[in-house]
């Protein structure tokens, strides 16, 4: 009895690991520390390290309310600053969309993420000459 017993909690404890494995291929559904969900997500590359040609770029969130910012980054849906970037502070362009606010003609904003601070900045301030950023997944 006591060896059943044993093998059932072994197998049900596999069970709830493998099952908290995600399939190949499939996209991440669960949000992790407020970032937004990535479809097809890489690992982190140089191609997704960027700076800003502008001087003190806020890096914007929603406290209270992530979904929200998430959903739709714009100045009125990530009302609050996490920080500023600056040129040649590099960040990781986690993901990019397209958002409720354009910015000098950009609509695209980016979930950066530096070691001190994360958070969405209109895609118009990176320094790069284009709308979309390469090699940076869509959230």
């Known amino acids: 009895?006591?060896?059943?017993?044993?093998?059932?909690?072994?197998?049900?404890?596999?069970?709830?690991?493998l099952a908290a494995i995600p399939a190949a291929g499939a996209t991440d559904t669960v949000p992790r520390d407020g970032r937004p969900v990535v479809e097809n997500r890489g690992e982190f590359t140089v191609e997704r390290s960027f700076t800003t040609w502008a001087t003190n770029v806020n890096v914007r969130h929603n406290n209270a309310d992530y979904a929200r910012c998430n959903n739709s980054p714009s100045v009125a849906n990530c009302p609050n600053v996490r920080g500023k970037v600056n040129p040649g502070q590099s960040?990781?362009?986690?993901c990019q969309k397209r958002g409720s606010q354009t910015v000098g003609g950009n609509p695209y904003w980016v979930y950066i993420i530096r070691p001190d601070f994360s958070g969405w900045m209109a895609s118009y301030y990176v320094d790069y000459p284009d709308h979309v950023l390469p090699d940076t997944p869509f959230c």
């Open 1 to 17: 009895m006591k060896i059943r017993t044993m093998l059932g909690a072994a197998v049900l404890t596999l069970g709830t690991i």
């Open 91 to 94: 960040f990781e362009a986690w």
